[in-house]
């Protein structure tokens, strides 16, 4: 399998195909303690990528979903009440701080503007996270590292990162993989055949294509490798294209049905 030459997935790297240099670029990053940044559409292997280098590097990773609730002290901690008594406790940033691990905020541009008051410090040459309900400041170690991902597709105008926060980081740009690549990750993720493999990549290419007003996001490489498992478990090819591949990305009856046309068209039956 020509997978293998890329994969250097051990049992505890999970497995990941580069696009480009992002692995060489992260790499460099983290050894000279430059946080980075990730922009990309939805599934197109911006969290596999950020699991794959903390692995590589061997540094704890911590992952935060990021929501327009999503504030500072989620990221910093609080005090909690237990037993009677208050104890503080840290939250993910602080414990990424603490341990030279590494902090992944997944969709940055959508936590409250009060998150940037302590990412500022920590994505700059200062390096400190300081935490004002303990008054503790903590001066990150040369392992911690900084990283965002945003999908500039979703953002608006107002939600857009700032100028002088996103000119802190090393910036990475995804897209989804080129064809050969999208199949040596569909084959590797599932072990479906390659010939069925190219075909779906073909098709999701086919897909991404069309310019429909319905469809807000392409068919990502997820649901790519999600119609790859309903199909390496044996379900019907075309089913497993519409269920996985075609249904979530419109609610609307034409819309799907044109994406069923090209899947007809590329299946073959
Ligand atoms: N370059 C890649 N190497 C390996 N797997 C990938 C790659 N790109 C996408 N995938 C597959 O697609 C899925 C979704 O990728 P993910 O990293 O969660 O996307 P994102 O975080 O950009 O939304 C992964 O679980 C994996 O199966
Ligand atoms: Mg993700």
């Known amino acids: 399998m020509a997978t293998q030459a890329f994969a250097a997935a051990t049992p ?23 946080p980075v940044l990730i922009k990309g559409p939805t599934g197109c292997g911006k969290t596999r990528f950020v699991e794959h280098m903390a692995a590589e590097l061997g540094r704890p990773l911590y992952t935060v979903a990021c929501h327009d609730d999503l ?44 998150t940037t008051v302590v990412l500022h410090p920590l994505s700059d040459d200062r390096r400190i996270l300081p935490i004002d309900r303990t008054g503790e400041t903590l001066q990150a170690p040369p392992e911690f590292m900084l990283v965002v991902s945003y999908n500039p597709g979703y953002q608006n105008l107002l939600k857009g990162m700032k100028t002088s926060t996103r000119q802190r980081f090393v910036g990475l740009r995804f897209n989804f993989p080129e064809p050969a690549a999208e199949r040596d990750i569909v084959v590797t993720e599932t072990g479906l055949d390659a010939e069925r493999a190219d075909q779906l990549v073909e098709l999701a290419n086919r ?6 007003h319905d469809i807000e996001e392409a068919a990502s490489t997820r649901l790519v490798v999600h119609a790859a498992t309903l199909i390496r478990d044996g379900f019907d090819p075309v089913a497993a294209c519409e269920n996985a591949l075609v249904e979530p990305l419109s609610d609307d009856t034409e819309t799907l049905d044109g994406l069923m046309e090209v899947v007809h068209a590329v299946l073959g039956d």
Not at 12 to 31: K, S
Not at 84 to 105: M, Q
Not at 207 to 212: A, G, P, Q
């Open 12 to 34: 505890d790297t999970p497995f990941y195909r580069p696009q480009g240099r992002e692995t060489e670029v992260f790499r460099h990053a983290h050894r000279n303690q430059l």
């Open 207 to 212: 897909m991404r294509r069309l310019e429909d």
């Open 71 to 114: 504030s500072a002290a989620d990221l910093v901690g609080r005090h909690l009440i237990g037993d009677g008594a208050t104890y503080w406790s840290d939250g993910p940033l602080t414990r990424a701080v603490r341990e030279g691990g590494i902090c992944y905020l997944d969709e940055v541009v959508e936590a409250r503007k009060d």
